[in-house]
């Protein structure tokens, strides 16, 4: 992909230190219409969602889920083709105002699980905690859009010194996933501060970083903030990436940075229509991911939040995709597929059917290559 733009920071009139610098990349992140334009050529759904976010205050710029993208991650796509995979996740289009009956604000139910601002406890022994509302780069099939990217939702220190202590006065949370927005976009000294008082919390055995940041500013894993993270152990990181294509040597390099200190590095992809959902793209995906060292764990069903029907596609066809990895390929290359359900019931996971039922006592299988086997159940009591 690299090869689109020779050296992509010329474009900018930036040097190549200032490009691999990740406050420079979020400072210049593209965020009006003119920046779009400068760099691709935008078909009209394209001109007409980012205005439609303009209207509602664009990017980081006040109100509304406006567009943001980093310099380096645009490099990444296609300058042309608004068919782009990436292209498709990041910039807005006309789709996004087209509503759809399956569609809710807040289908995850956070707001009514959110005990305090900035945590959502919906299973009993783990919380989300809230860090931070900004991105590096806005996903428009965000299942939080209802306050990322809004200045007036921005999580403020009385509210993490309210998460803090609601996760200090619960002994049953073994587990905190610091998520947001992207903690990732916290300076190194506000995201391990807060890592270090959630360590400190006697009961909390494992924290977990939930970001999108090593693919779309790959810049900010700099060996002072992995060494600082390093410190933290028992810690993992959820990696959300959806395509190949995201995976360029400086994510790579990213990764395994991550890796090296010993960071246990799982992903979390969603399954979107026309940009992943497809055999080849997944597989490519999972394998080229456990190469970095990252372990898929999660393929998600889009989330059914309002704007994001033309991302969907139907329960079905991600379960059929998960029969063509299942088997096919290392068992570490399989990601649970699973649907996070409207009304707030949580993650629940979906698998291919391999029992067929049962015969004369025994069950009836198909294994991964369609052919049938018996199993006789037999617990020798009779
Ligand atoms: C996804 C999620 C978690 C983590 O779930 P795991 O299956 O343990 O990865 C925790 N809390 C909330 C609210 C979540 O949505």
């Known amino acids: 992909m690299r090869k689109?733009?020779?050296?992509?920071?010329?474009?900018?009139?930036a040097t190549k230190r200032e490009w691999d610098d990740w406050r420079w990349q979020m400072k210049n992140r593209m965020v009006r219409i003119e920046d779009f334009r400068r760099r691709f050529s935008l078909c009209t759904e394209e001109e007409e969602g980012i205005a439609l976010s303009e209207r509602k205050g664009g990017g980081d710029g006040g109100g509304g889920f406006g567009a943001g993208l980093t310099p380096y991650f645009a490099s990444l796509m296609d300058p042309k083709d608004p068919d782009c995979p990436l292209r498709r996740q990041f910039i807005p289009r006309a789709e996004e105002a087209r509503p759809s009956p399956a569609d809710f604000p807040d289908p995850l139910g956070e707001e009514d699980l959110s005990p305090a601002p900035a945590i959502v406890h919906r299973y009993p022994d783990r919380v989300l905690f809230l860090a931070s509302n900004v991105c590096s780069s806005y996903c428009r099939y965000c299942n939080r859009k209802r306050m990322v990217g809004d200045p007036e939702r921005g999580v403020t220190a009385a509210?993490?010194?309210?998460?803090?202590?609601?996760?200090?006065?619960n002994p049953a949370i073994r587990d905190v996933l610091v998520s947001g927005g992207d903690p990732l976009t916290l300076s190194d000294g506000r995201l391990l501060g807060l890592l270090g008082r959630l360590r400190a919390i006697p009961h909390v055995e494992v924290l977990r970083i939930g970001t999108r940041v090593p693919i779309t500013l790959p810049q900010r894993v700099t060996p002072a903030l992995v060494r600082g993270l390093k410190r933290l152990h028992p810690l993992f990181v959820s990696l959300h990436v959806v395509h190949p294509k995201e995976l360029a040597p400086e994510a790579g390099r990213a990764c395994a940075r991550l890796a090296d200190a010993g960071i246990?590095?799982?992903?979390?992809?969603?399954?979107l229509a026309g940009i992943n959902d497809d055999e080849e793209t997944l597989r490519t995906l999972m394998?080229?991911?456990?190469?970095?060292?990252?372990?898929?764990?999660?393929?998600?069903?889009?989330?059914?939040?309002?704007?994001?029907?033309?991302f969907r596609t139907?329960?079905?066809?991600?379960?059929?995709?998960?029969?063509?990895?299942?088997?096919?390929?290392?068992?570490?290359?399989v990601p649970k597929f699973a649907v996070d359900l409207s009304g707030g019931g949580g993650?629940?996971?979906?698998?291919?059917?391999?029992?067929?039922?049962?015969?004369?006592?025994h069950l009836v299988f198909r294994n991964f290559a369609g052919e049938r086997f018996e199993y006789l159940d037999d617990l020798g009591d009779g």
């Open 4 to 13: 689109l733009v020779a050296r992509p920071w010329r474009e900018y009139g």
């Open 159 to 169: 509210q993490w010194e309210e998460g803090v202590a609601y996760v200090a006065s």
């Open 264 to 271: 246990p590095v799982g992903s979390q992809s969603v399954l």
């Open 287 to 310: 394998h080229r991911l456990l190469r970095l060292r990252v372990r898929p764990y999660y393929l998600f069903q889009c989330d059914q939040i309002e704007g994001t029907a033309h």
């Open 314 to 333: 139907p329960l079905q066809k991600g379960i059929d995709l998960m029969k063509t990895l299942i088997g096919r390929t290392s068992g570490y290359a």
């Open 347 to 361: 993650k629940v996971p979906l698998s291919p059917e391999y029992r067929e039922g049962s015969e004369n006592g």
